[in-house]
């Protein structure tokens, strides 16, 4: 007898309507996966078969054939045990097939029976909430589920019980009222910028970087505390707004990082791969495709640590998602684009041993060494970095001193202010949330930029022979100083101080 029952697969962050159809017939027993299915989803059989078993149910001695349709779409992953074992139920006369008709169903099938949570739960619940339909899923999933806001969600914990519950008329449904949705709470582990010692230009960048979505590369000497001020980054920023969520929560469950029974967190992601990261991982690849680092940054922040160590084309791929906030990975058959707008925070030493900017004798390397060094750091991807910023030594004496230095809460109020004033003046425009997001275009043609202003920046432009990108990356910098400080327009000291981040990247050469 056949059966068919619905479930999805995901593509990237999309998930895609499949059929799953199991015919059961007389013959000798054998198994059969067809439809483009990955290695991962044709030992859906072995599981399928061991949990039905230890569930308590026949596994049919006959020919079973399962059918993943549409054909031509490639399914990876475990979610296909469930919807295989309720469709091989309904063949066998089980269960009624009317009773998993309005479902969409995914979930991995344990050996024993027990049903284990699956990636990209939100992706499945947004497309099953389009479609209108009840989405059963494993119950350590249902939180992330949740967020799509649709009410027709059951969980399943084991395949008996929800054997059962199917026979009794149909699965239940999440107790909406009850469930606790979104974490709200700032994590309180993250460390507090009152704890760094001086460093007040690289707070400051650090500040109107938080508040305007900008990219900042620290460079100075070792154990001045760049790595300790980037930590930091996390405790000044907004937490995510409810968009914002669905977006980073959609990458992290495909990318396997939600951890399934967990609340999700408005906490912005902190991302911070080793320097040996390999451009599979920073980009995304392998397999499904996989997001990389830049994805699961999206909307937070992606720190490097070490900058220049890392290779050169890795680096360098780092351009195009820089530029358009999304990489797109390309296979033979298919290509699938993954959201990446993030901040990038880098860290570096001006040279091989560190202290070439020190101007304190104390640096080894040749002038030909440090411009090797630095050429790491191609133009383009300088060009894509609004803050350069230098960090220089610290004052032994002063770190002894009673610390009296700002703490994260107070520098936190000032970038949420901030925030409120650009979420105010872009309200119309779609996709705008930050200054780092505006065209520069706009911002001069909406009299943000007063005429003195225009005329500063213009020639500072031609001085410095800045790029076209340079010159409108320099111009939200000073909108977001302007933010900070309260100004309705960009003065001249707002784009001083902007010109001054990019005009220390100028002076490196870089
Ligand atoms: N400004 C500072 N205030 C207080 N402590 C500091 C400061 N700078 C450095 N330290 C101390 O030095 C340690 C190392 O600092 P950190 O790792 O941030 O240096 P770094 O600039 O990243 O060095 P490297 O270039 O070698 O990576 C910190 O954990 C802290 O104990
Ligand atoms: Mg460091």
């Not at 029974?261 to 408005?266: A, E, K, V, W």
């Not at 680092?293 to 290779?311: I, K, Q, T, Y």
Request: neutral net charge; glycine residues 10%; proline residues 5%.
């Amino acid at each position: 007898m056949l059966a068919a029952i619905r479930s999805a697969s995901v593509i990237g962050i999309d998930a895609l309507d499949v059929t799953v159809e199991v015919d059961v017939v007389p013959g000798l027993p054998s198994w059969t996966i067809v439809g483009l299915a990955s290695n991962a989803v044709k030992e859906a059989r072995e599981r399928v078969s061991a949990a039905l078993a230890n569930s308590g149910f026949d596994v049919p001695s006959r020919r079973v054939t399962v059918n993943l349709s549409p054909a031509d779409v490639r399914k990876d992953g475990t979610s296909f045990d469930l919807p295989i074992a309720l469709a091989l139920l309904a063949a066998t006369g089980a269960i009624d097939a009317a009773t998993i008709q309005g479902l969409v169903v995914a979930g991995e099938l344990g050996l024993d029976g027990s049903i284990r949570p699956i990636r990209g739960t939100l992706s499945l619940a947004c497309a099953a909430a389009r479609a209108k339909a009840t989405l059963l899923i494993p119950q350590a999933n249902v939180a992330e589920a949740m967020l799509a806001g649709s009410r027709g969600i059951a969980a399943a914990v084991t395949l008996g019980a929800l054997v059962a519950e199917l026979r009794a008329g149909g699965p239940a449904l999440v107790d909406w009222d009850t469930a606790r949705r979104t974490d709200d709470s700032t994590c309180a582990d993250t460390p507090d910028f009152a704890d760094v010692v001086g460093q007040a230009a690289a707070k400051r960048a650090l500040e109107i970087a938080a508040a305007g979505g900008h990219n900042v590369l620290m460079m100075g000497p070792p154990g001045t505390g760049k790595t300790m001020l980037a930590r930091r980054l996390s405790g000044i920023l907004p937490s995510l707004t409810e968009e914002e969520l669905l977006e980073v929560v959609a990458i992290h469950s495909v990318g396997g990082l939600v951890i399934p029974g967990t609340i999700p967190s408005r906490t912005p992601p902190f991302r911070a791969p080793h320097h040996t990261i390999s451009l599979a991982g920073l980009i995304g690849g392998g397999p499904g495709p996989r997001p990389g680092e830049v994805s699961l940054a999206h909307r937070g922040v992606l720190f490097l640590d070490e900058l220049l160590e890392l290779p050169r084309h890795v680096l360098d791929a780092m351009r195009q998602p820089l530029e358009d906030g999304r990489v797109v990975i390309a296979r033979a058959a298919h290509a699938v684009a993954f959201p990446a707008r993030f901040q990038l925070i880098a860290a570096a030493n001006p040279c091989k041993c560190g202290h070439a900017a020190s101007n304190d004798g104390r640096c080894q390397c040749s002038a030909a060494d440090i411009e090797r060094y630095r050429s790491r750091l191609s133009g383009p991807l300088a060009d894509r970095i609004d803050l350069h910023v230098h960090v220089g030594t610290v004052e032994i004496a002063s770190l002894g001193s009673a610390p009296n230095e700002e703490p994260s809460t107070a520098i936190r109020k000032r970038v949420a202010a901030a925030r409120e004033r650009q979420r105010a003046r872009y309200a119309n425009l779609p996709g705008v949330r930050t200054n780092a997001d505006i065209a520069g275009r706009w911002l001069l043609a909406n009299g943000c930029v007063s005429g003195d202003a225009h005329a500063e920046i213009a020639d500072a432009a031609r001085k410095l022979g800045m790029s076209a990108r340079g010159f409108h990356r320099a111009l939200r910098v000073a909108r977001t100083i302007a933010d900070l400080d309260g100004e309705t327009g960009v003065g001249r000291s707002a784009m001083a101080e902007a010109l001054h981040y990019r005009g220390l990247a100028m002076a490196r050469g870089s």
